[in-house]
């Protein structure tokens, strides 16, 4: 009862976004069985914006660990995201391999790049660090686009056409799609809540509140830095690899530096180094984009923008932040104002 009450807002939120499709499909006149065999309507549409709010969540998350725990400001990170994404449309499409040996290949490319840019880890810091991995993430962005890789990586038009497995194709099975992407963003929460409460995470958090101190109490902060990163690069590439199965192309934007910035974006709104606020943060982003371009169309960036100033503002701390700082402040003027109507 105590874990029940402790992470209700939680266990509500998972409940209500299994039943989504289903009270989406009531509400459109729909019945379950609809939804089950796919057809279309508003529920299959909605799950497919739903399905994108996970992959950005998922991406977010790696990011927050990396910068938010950790404390490490990369301005490469779509890199991370990028990688995965090419290489799962890669292997699918001209090396023919099957989803599971694919992901393994996706999983051993984030552990591959992390080591790459733990190279410069033990020799610069701060905004040094930042420069440097975008500086990765660039000469990534001109390569994928070059004619000699266009074969393999579709040049400058991204890589089109890339075969889906039949039980997840996006069209044909959305609802398994959406199950799938939903467990797996879970997943990395969960596991991410849980490491950042291991000796090792609260060690990470140390390096980003203090690196000389706890060099001081006698940890080599390189590993540990090293061991976040590694997490981080696998986590943004199983996020990519899902992307490169959800849309029909994976274009080379996924590594430019607009694709990092929206993920400190989305930790901005929701609440850097909190975790939850990626989630947060994630679906308002997306929500954003998208009800703002169906109302105000070509106007709509300017008014994101000024959105955005608007939660930086007055959310300094993110959604979830903020409601982490003054949680105790609000509960207790609530007390008072009830107390007061009695």
């Keep these: 009862m105590k874990i029940l009450r402790d992470h209700s807002i939680f266990l509500a939120v998972v409940v209500f976004l299994i039943a989504f499709p ?7 006149g729909q019945s379950i069985a609809d939804v089950l065999a796919n057809r279309a309507g508003n529920s299959k549409f909605y799950q497919g914006l739903l399905i994108e709010i996970f992959i950005l969540a998922i991406f977010a998350l790696s990011y927050d660990l990396l910068f938010g725990i950790t404390g490490l400001l ?6 991370f ?11 699918l499409k001209s090396l023919k391999l099957p989803l599971l040996e694919t992901i393994v290949l996706v999983v051993i490319a984030g552990v591959v790049q992390a080591l790459l840019f733990s190279i410069v880890l033990p020799r610069v810091k701060g905004i040094t660090f930042a420069l440097v991995t975008l500086g990765f993430a660039s000469v990534f962005h001109i390569v994928i686009m070059s004619h000699e890789l266009s074969p393999w990586t579709g040049g400058d038009v991204g890589l089109q056409n890339i075969p889906k497995p039949t039980y997840l194709e996006p069209a044909a099975q959305r609802l398994t799609f959406y199950f799938v992407a939903l467990t ?5 929460y969960l596991f991410y809540r849980r490491f950042v409460d291991s000796p090792t995470g609260r060690v990470c958090i140390a390096i980003r509140e203090n690196e000389h101190r706890a060099r001081m109490l006698g940890y080599n902060t390189f590993y540990f830095k090293l061991v976040a990163l590694i997490i981080s690069s696998i986590t943004a590439a199983l996020g990519g690899a899902l992307h490169a199965l959800y849309q029909p192309i994976v274009s080379p934007t996924t590594a430019s530096l607009v694709y990092t910035v929206n993920a400190l974006l989305i930790l901005l709104i929701g609440g850097v180094g909190t975790l939850s606020g990626a989630l947060v943060g994630a679906a308002v982003f997306r ?3 998208f009800f703002l371009d169906k109302i105000f169309g070509e106007s709509s960036s300017f008014i994101l923008g000024l959105v955005y100033v608007l939660i930086v503002l007055f959310v300094p701390y ?5 409601w982490h700082a003054k949680k105790l402040e609000w509960q207790t003027a ?3 104002l009830v107390s007061k109507l009695r």
């Design 334 to 336: 609530w007390r008072e």
């Design 287 to 289: 929500s954003l984009q």
């Design 318 to 322: 993110g959604i979830i932040g903020t």
């Design 184 to 188: 797996l963003m879970l997943l990395v």
């Design 22 to 28: 289903f009270l989406i499909a009531l509400f459109d």
């Design 74 to 79: 990369s301005f490469g990170h779509a890199m």
């Design 81 to 91: 995201f990028s990688v995965g994404a090419y290489t799962a449309g890669i292997a």
